[in-house]
């Protein structure tokens, strides 16, 4: 393992916002390589996000989202371990862009599973894959719309990893005039 330069960690830290300590060795196993290091330290996120997915989740926030000319407004829930994470900025944060992602991007379910037969079909009836449709369809499968680089499940996989608890997006609902309401 490399030696890394402090302005290196502190570079990479303010980037990622991952602990420090995980910082410094992602950049000491990636040879001082930053673009290495951030692949590691989503690794790492991921296995922790993995390790915490059977966490129960009963606290949390319900969000929202109205956009400016008031036309369209969507409502999240979002679930997590504890008060004290429901409270920090960042997690905040994540509740009110979930809640423009689902005002903006039109998502029918939050993730894979959640797709109904009816939509399945109806990807079909458009020539698309299950993985192009679901792409578009789940919300945890979009790119999100403030960092195309990453999707939403990346940007909870990085919120959990910062937390170090189970967070969840348990559901959403989107509001739009002039539409009917989705069944």
């Given at each position: 393992m490399a030696k890394v330069s402090v302005e290196a960690i502190k570079t990479l830290r303010e980037k990622t916002g991952?602990?420090?300590?995980?910082?410094?060795?992602?950049?000491?196993?990636?040879?001082?390589?930053?673009?290495k290091a951030v692949q590691l330290l989503k690794q790492k996120g991921f296995e922790a996000a993995r390790k915490?997915?059977?966490?129960?989740?009963?606290?949390?926030?319900?969000?929202?989202?109205?956009?400016?000319?008031?036309?369209?407004?969507?409502?999240?829930?979002?679930?997590?371990e504890t008060d004290f994470v429901a409270r920090l900025p960042e997690f905040q944060q994540f509740c009110r862009d979930v809640a423009m992602q689902v005002a903006s991007q039109r998502p029918l379910c939050?993730?894979?599973?959640?797709?109904?037969?009816?939509?399945?079909?109806?990807?079909?009836?458009?020539?698309?894959?299950?993985?192009?449709?679901?792409?578009?369809?789940?919300?945890?499968?979009?790119?999100?719309?403030?960092?195309?680089?990453?999707?939403?499940?990346?940007?909870?996989?990085?919120?959990?990893?910062?937390?170090?608890e189970n967070i969840v997006v348990r559901r959403f609902t989107r509001f739009a005039l002039g539409e009917e309401p989705s069944v």
């Open positions: 991952a602990p420090l300590g995980d910082v410094r060795s992602a950049l000491a196993a990636a040879d001082g390589d930053e673009a915490r997915q059977d966490r129960a989740t009963g606290a949390g926030r319900i969000d929202s989202y109205v956009h400016h000319d008031g036309r369209v407004a969507a409502l999240v829930e979002v679930n997590c939050v993730r894979k599973a959640d797709l109904a037969p009816r939509h399945l079909e109806a990807a079909k009836g458009m020539s698309k894959s299950r993985e192009e449709f679901a792409e578009e369809a789940c919300l945890l499968e979009q790119p999100f719309i403030k960092d195309q680089g990453q999707t939403i499940a990346e940007y909870l996989t990085s919120l959990i990893a910062k937390t170090g």
